[in-house]
Nanobody, 125 residues
Protein backbone atom coordinates (compact mmCIF):
# COMPACT_ATOMS: atom_id res chain seq x y z
CA UNK A 1 0.00 0.00 0.00
CA UNK A 2 1.18 3.53 -0.74
CA UNK A 3 2.70 5.42 2.16
CA UNK A 4 2.36 9.13 2.82
CA UNK A 5 5.23 10.80 4.66
CA UNK A 6 4.68 14.23 6.15
CA UNK A 7 7.18 16.82 7.26
CA UNK A 8 7.33 20.49 8.13
CA UNK A 9 5.38 20.84 11.34
CA UNK A 10 6.68 22.75 14.32
CA UNK A 11 6.09 25.61 16.70
CA UNK A 12 5.55 29.19 15.60
CA UNK A 13 4.18 32.39 17.03
CA UNK A 14 0.85 33.78 15.92
CA UNK A 15 1.14 35.50 12.57
CA UNK A 16 3.94 33.22 11.47
CA UNK A 17 4.13 30.70 8.64
CA UNK A 18 4.85 27.03 8.15
CA UNK A 19 4.87 24.76 5.11
CA UNK A 20 3.88 21.13 5.40
CA UNK A 21 4.96 18.54 2.84
CA UNK A 22 3.46 15.15 2.05
CA UNK A 23 5.37 12.75 -0.18
CA UNK A 24 3.74 9.64 -1.61
CA UNK A 25 5.90 6.55 -1.84
CA UNK A 26 4.55 5.43 -5.22
CA UNK A 27 4.71 7.60 -8.29
CA UNK A 28 1.97 5.58 -9.98
CA UNK A 29 -0.46 6.29 -7.17
CA UNK A 30 -3.33 8.43 -8.44
CA UNK A 31 -6.12 9.01 -5.95
CA UNK A 32 -8.97 11.30 -6.86
CA UNK A 33 -7.93 13.79 -4.17
CA UNK A 34 -5.03 14.60 -1.90
CA UNK A 35 -5.53 16.75 1.12
CA UNK A 36 -4.84 17.78 4.67
CA UNK A 37 -6.88 17.21 7.78
CA UNK A 38 -6.27 18.31 11.34
CA UNK A 39 -7.36 17.28 14.79
CA UNK A 40 -6.97 19.32 17.92
CA UNK A 41 -7.25 17.79 21.40
CA UNK A 42 -10.87 17.24 22.31
CA UNK A 43 -12.11 18.15 18.85
CA UNK A 44 -13.22 16.17 15.85
CA UNK A 45 -10.96 15.79 12.86
CA UNK A 46 -11.71 18.29 10.11
CA UNK A 47 -10.74 18.74 6.52
CA UNK A 48 -8.42 21.69 5.98
CA UNK A 49 -7.56 21.69 2.26
CA UNK A 50 -7.98 19.36 -0.70
CA UNK A 51 -6.63 19.30 -4.24
CA UNK A 52 -7.44 17.38 -7.37
CA UNK A 53 -4.43 15.79 -9.09
CA UNK A 54 -3.12 18.29 -11.58
CA UNK A 55 -4.14 21.15 -9.33
CA UNK A 56 -7.23 21.91 -11.36
CA UNK A 57 -9.39 22.35 -8.30
CA UNK A 58 -8.85 23.10 -4.65
CA UNK A 59 -11.10 23.35 -1.63
CA UNK A 60 -10.56 24.87 1.78
CA UNK A 61 -12.22 24.93 5.14
CA UNK A 62 -13.77 28.35 5.78
CA UNK A 63 -11.50 28.84 8.78
CA UNK A 64 -8.34 28.77 6.64
CA UNK A 65 -9.46 30.45 3.41
CA UNK A 66 -7.13 33.24 2.42
CA UNK A 67 -4.41 32.02 4.80
CA UNK A 68 -3.60 28.47 3.66
CA UNK A 69 -2.68 27.30 0.17
CA UNK A 70 -2.52 23.70 -1.02
CA UNK A 71 -0.37 22.81 -4.01
CA UNK A 72 1.35 19.85 -5.56
CA UNK A 73 4.52 18.97 -7.42
CA UNK A 74 3.74 16.02 -9.66
CA UNK A 75 7.39 15.45 -10.49
CA UNK A 76 8.11 14.91 -6.80
CA UNK A 77 4.78 13.24 -6.05
CA UNK A 78 4.43 15.70 -3.19
CA UNK A 79 1.60 17.83 -1.86
CA UNK A 80 2.26 20.98 0.13
CA UNK A 81 0.27 23.08 2.57
CA UNK A 82 1.54 26.63 2.92
CA UNK A 83 0.13 28.10 6.12
CA UNK A 84 0.38 31.86 6.62
CA UNK A 85 -1.00 34.19 9.28
CA UNK A 86 -1.21 31.30 11.69
CA UNK A 87 -3.47 31.59 14.70
CA UNK A 88 -3.44 29.75 18.03
CA UNK A 89 -6.63 27.98 16.95
CA UNK A 90 -4.68 26.38 14.10
CA UNK A 91 -2.81 24.32 16.69
CA UNK A 92 -3.45 20.65 15.93
CA UNK A 93 -2.01 17.45 14.57
CA UNK A 94 -2.09 17.72 10.79
CA UNK A 95 -2.53 14.64 8.63
CA UNK A 96 -2.01 14.16 4.93
CA UNK A 97 -4.47 11.83 3.23
CA UNK A 98 -5.45 10.41 -0.13
CA UNK A 99 -9.14 9.93 -0.76
CA UNK A 100 -11.63 9.37 -3.52
CA UNK A 101 -14.58 11.56 -2.69
CA UNK A 102 -14.96 15.18 -1.64
CA UNK A 103 -17.48 13.84 0.85
CA UNK A 104 -14.56 12.25 2.71
CA UNK A 105 -13.05 15.72 3.03
CA UNK A 106 -16.28 17.31 4.20
CA UNK A 107 -16.82 14.52 6.73
CA UNK A 108 -13.42 14.87 8.35
CA UNK A 109 -12.03 11.81 6.68
CA UNK A 110 -15.05 9.62 6.08
CA UNK A 111 -13.97 6.34 4.52
CA UNK A 112 -10.44 7.54 3.81
CA UNK A 113 -7.96 4.72 4.33
CA UNK A 114 -4.62 6.22 3.29
CA UNK A 115 -3.13 8.51 5.92
CA UNK A 116 0.21 9.96 6.83
CA UNK A 117 1.62 9.62 10.31
CA UNK A 118 0.76 13.18 11.27
CA UNK A 119 2.82 16.25 12.06
CA UNK A 120 2.23 18.60 14.98
CA UNK A 121 1.63 22.31 14.43
CA UNK A 122 1.67 24.52 17.50
CA UNK A 123 0.89 28.24 17.32
CA UNK A 124 1.51 30.34 20.38
CA UNK A 125 -0.07 33.71 21.08
Amino acid sequence: QVQLVESGGGSVQAGGSLRLSCAASEYTYSPNYMGWFRQAPGKEREGVAAILPGGSSTRYADSVKGRFTISQDNAKNTVYLQMNSLKPEDTAMYYCAAFNSILDFLRGGGSTSVWGQGTQVTVSS
